[in-house]
């Protein structure tokens, strides 16, 4: 059977904001919380997305999995950044405040987010490339709770 991408895309931030808010013990405790949602899914497939999101199993709840770089810089540019949107599926443009934009990049590439795949920064613009819409959303999602936007 052919996967949606964009019912897949949909289904896995909805895993994610569960995951965020309520913390489950088992794989049927998701699929439930799923089906609630609307989502016509089965173990296998909440299994194979717990895979490909990196969630795995610690301390006996499944938790989402911790940012591998330091986010304390990006933190500190908070300030500087004025606006993120996406520019398509799978890019996002960051507005920062004149001559800034290469300090959030360095910020950004220093905080080894797994969803960002390249970054060009110009004089006041960011641009932050991703693999799918999946990694889009989530990456604008982040962005968006540092800078509060």
Do not use: H
């Not at 808010?21 to 016509?40: H, Y």
């Not at 304390?72 to 398509?88: K, L, Q, V, Y």
């Not at 920062?96 to 290469?102: E, I, P, R, V």
């Not at 693999?131 to 540092?146: A, E, F």
Request: cysteine-free; proline content about 4%.
């Amino acid at each position: 059977m052919p996967v949606d991408r964009e019912s897949q895309d949909r289904r896995r931030k909805a895993m994610v904001d569960i995951l965020t808010t309520t913390p489950a013990k088992k794989q049927i405790e998701i699929v439930r919380a799923l089906r609630k949602l609307g989502f016509k899914v089965t173990q296998s497939n909440v299994s194979r997305d717990l895979k490909d999101l990196g969630i795995v199993r610690r301390e006996g709840f499944y938790r989402l999995p911790a940012p591998r770089g330091d986010e304390s810089e990006i933190n500190r540019m908070e300030s500087f950044i004025r606006r993120a949107w996406t520019a398509g599926p799978y890019m996002i443009v960051i507005g920062t405040t004149q001559g800034t934009a290469k300090a959030v990049a360095a910020g950004i590439k220093g905080a080894a987010w797994p969803e960002t795949r390249g970054i060009l920064a110009e004089d006041e613009t960011v641009f932050l490339a991703t693999d799918n819409v999946y990694d889009t959303r989530l990456l604008l999602q982040r962005l968006k709770r540092i800078v509060k936007t």
